[in-house]
């Protein structure tokens, strides 16, 4: 039987096969549209959202996914007695002890403290832990095999960046292509590489605006509502119950939260989402924000 080191080293490595095969496509798409076609009047703009797709892309597959801090670890003596503990409710008794000095709305489906045994730590707020990568990843969306990577706190912003670029420089591709392969369905093409460029550069850019429009389209409907992809399919547990929209500040502070408050920062791929993925504000918290600040208003007049 393999050493368990020698299978994670094989899985990692098949693991990019994804994202060497998209990187090989793209690759040839630049070839045969810059060399093959050389349709001169289209190179700045062609040039232009290849390198923002590319950038955007880089960056999602190469940022690491934010990490729980250490505040959020079990002290050594608690620590020790949870796991001498058999009993959950005492290791929850535990687990809350502990959690009363941290920013933590969100519970288990039973109302408890989320922790994670695999690494052990109290999870924050949207923390999830990724089986792929093996750790807990803060505002965690997913796991894309596309990227190799999660897609979290860290990167979210790359990866909506990496889906709208992706998508301009496919649509680009295609409408700029579409010409020729017209003329390549009337035999008024010549040249028999060009032909053959041109028939799969058509298909292939089409083929994957089709894909990449639904999944950016989803992303967007989530930015909106400041929700991650997990907690769409389950809504995130407070106390006072489970809340879909727990989150939710509003359409402008939802896409703040993601972007930044600079709008000249947002079509980059630079880092600009807000706070630090520890904490977050919810719904629940600015309504008893507000419901407090009218009552200190109140009392004053009240005299």
Partial sequence: MA???????????LSWIPVVFIALVVCWS????????????????????????????????????????????LPKVEKECYEKEARPESQQEILWRVATSLP??????????????RCQVIKPDRCHHCSACDTCVLKMDHHCPWVNNCVGFSNYKFFILFLAYSLAYCLFIAAT?????????????????AKFHVLFLFFVAAMF???????FSYHLWLVGKNRSTIEAFRAPVFRSGSDKNGFSLGFRKNIAQV?????KYWLLPVFTSQG???????????????QAAVTLHQEPNKR
């Fill in 3 to 13: 050493p368990t080191h020698v299978l994670r080293c094989c899985q990692r490595g």
């Fill in 30 to 73: 630049y070839y045969a549209y810059v060399v093959e076609l050389c349709i001169f009047f289209y190179l700045i703009f062609f040039h232009l959202s290849f390198t923002m797709f590319v950038w955007s892309y880089w960056k999602t597959i190469f940022t690491k996914p934010a990490n729980p801090s250490k505040e959020f670890c």
């Fill in 104 to 117: 933590l709305y969100t519970r288990t489906g039973t109302g408890g403290i989320r922790y994670c045994d």
């Fill in 177 to 193: 292509v579409l010409q020729y392969f017209i003329k390549f369905w009337t035999n008024e093409l010549d040249g028999t590489h």
């Fill in 209 to 215: 605006c089709i894909s990449i429009l639904s999944l």
């Fill in 259 to 263: 972007f930044g408050d600079q709008k």
């Fill in 276 to 290: 630090d993925g520890l904490t977050f504000p919810t719904r629940l918290v600015n309504a008893d924000a507000e």
